[in-house]
């Protein structure tokens, strides 16, 4: 009996669904998306560090500029608490999930596995609107930021004045048609791009801290500032403790961490089950990675608060969205500062590459599983474009303000982090450990908060 064949799938459609298991092939068997080959059998702790650095160091682009318009003055102060609530809470927890998560899949799925059925189900549901504000967020703000790095450039200010929402659109336009095309995550290329714009901050930072010292009067003149304001103390930790959640932007590094583990070298005797030696590499990306944006968040806003004008932290203000690169201008010149603006523009444009190659990672393994998505989900191409026009539609709600879009961004990252202090919580708990239990517990409770 002759058998009917399959027309080939227009040239179109099978480029958009590349990487389906089953195009033009019979649908009875439930849908498995392609496996990928591996891209390279693991890179050194820091290297992969740098690759997860794109996301979390870019954020000095404009976490202290936000900081200050939610703190003010107490800005430093308010920071150090962050960085205090960064190393005793965040730290402990995802060194925590990166021993019961070796392979990447973060706290969302330790959830899954650790609750009930419909528990884990509903829960991971939640979480997963949460993490693609985070990821989109991140998208967009980064792209709005960059925008902002562009249009105040004082080279490109005249010809670029208004056009900041345009050229937000374009640059997320870019990052879509780059994923369409095809993107490999370089990690090389994130090592280059975090070794130069650290460097460039370190520069920053240093001749900031130099005009500090030398301008004897900034430091008593905001000291006697924030005491006429604030009063005692006590008091500045209580209105620090309630900008806190503003400021969170600070934390966002973490499950992108987590995420890059499979891209980390382990021990030559690893295995799937217990691969030892990426955990403690994991770990060692982790603490250093913390480590470092520690030191240049407690410095940025204390040169950035001291030095800058408060009034041109506000929204039309020459340091609103680029506080660093307003100083960066301002003492070491525009030929610097132009540089500087190169790197950061640079650097949060990959920022927006590693949450797009987060989303692609996340979305399509949950939500076609749980029957919340169609079959073709599952392939890239069509993912990018619709993760593409949200962030166009995200870029025109809030007109490429970076300020704005910080609230929904401290959202996500404060909701993930404290999925993963109660699935690390739970995890000790079934495993007898009550000290961790308690201490676990005690963090969840304060990103609850």
Not at 125 to 138: E, H, M, P, S, V
Not at 184 to 199: F, N, P, R
Not at 372 to 400: E, K, N, S
Not at 402 to 428: E, P
Request: one cysteine or more; hydrophobic letters at 50%; proline letters at 5%.
């Amino acid at each position: 009996m002759a058998t009917t064949e399959h027309p080939p799938p227009p040239r179109l459609r099978a480029w958009m669904l590349a990487g389906l298991s089953d195009m033009g092939k019979s649908r009875q068997a439930a849908p498995q998306p392609a496996k990928p080959e591996p891209a390279h059998k693991g890179q050194r702790w820091w290297r992969v560090m740098c690759l997860t650095g794109v996301d979390y160091f870019s954020t000095l682009g404009y976490q202290p500029g936000i900081a200050a318009l939610a703190a003010g003055l107490l800005s430093p102060v308010a920071t150090i608490v962050l960085v205090v609530v960064t190393l005793a809470g965040a730290l402990p927890v995802y060194r925590r999930v990166a021993e019961e998560s070796p392979h990447g899949e973060g706290s969302i799925a330790m959830l899954e596995r650790l609750l009930t059925f419909w528990k884990g189900k509903l829960f991971v549901l939640t979480l997963l609107g949460f993490a693609a504000t985070d990821f989109l967020i991140t998208i967009t703000l980064s792209a709005a930021d960059a925008s902002t790095h562009l249009v105040e450039n004082p080279h490109l200010a005249d010809a670029l004045h208004g056009k900041q929402v345009l050229i937000t659109l374009v640059l997320v336009a870019l990052l879509g048609a780059v994923f369409l095309k095809g993107f490999l995550e370089a990690i090389g290329v994130a090592v280059v791009l975090v070794g130069l714009y650290l460097t460039l901050n370190v520069v920053v930072v240093v001749t900031g801290l130099w005009h500090v010292v030398t301008e004897g009067h900034v430091i008593s003149d905001w000291s006697t500032a924030l005491t006429a304001e604030h009063g005692n103390v006590f008091a500045m930790v209580g209105v620090a403790l309630l900008v806190f959640p503003k400021l969170a932007l600070g934390l966002s590094g973490f499950e992108t961490g987590v995420a890059v583990m499979p891209h980390v070298k382990g021990d030559p005797g690893d295995t799937e089950e217990n691969p030892r030696g990426r955990i403690r590499g994991t770990k060692k990306l982790l603490t250093t990675a913390a480590l470092i944006m520690s030191v240049f968040l407690i410095a940025t806003s204390f040169i950035t608060t001291l030095l800058i004008p408060e009034k041109e932290f506000e929204s039309g203000g020459k340091a609103n969205g680029r506080a660093l690169a307003y100083l960066a201008h301002e003492y070491l010149g525009n030929a610097f500062g132009t540089v500087y603006d190169v790197s950061t523009i640079a650097i949060l444009w990959f920022a927006g590459a590693s949450a797009m190659a987060g989303l692609l990672n996340l979305m399509p393994r949950y939500l076609p599983r749980y029957g919340m998505a169609p079959h073709w989900a599952r392939a890239v191409r069509p993912m990018v474009i619709v993760f593409t026009l949200i962030g166009f539609l995200v870029t025109w709600i809030f007109d490429a303000d970076v300020d704005a879009q910080g609230g929904a961004y401290a959202t996500g990252v404060l909701v993930l982090i404290s999925s993963a202090a109660i699935a690390v919580t739970i995890a000790a708990r079934k495993a007898g450990q009550r000290g961790w239990t308690i201490g676990f517990a005690v963090i969840s409770v304060v990103f609850l908060y």
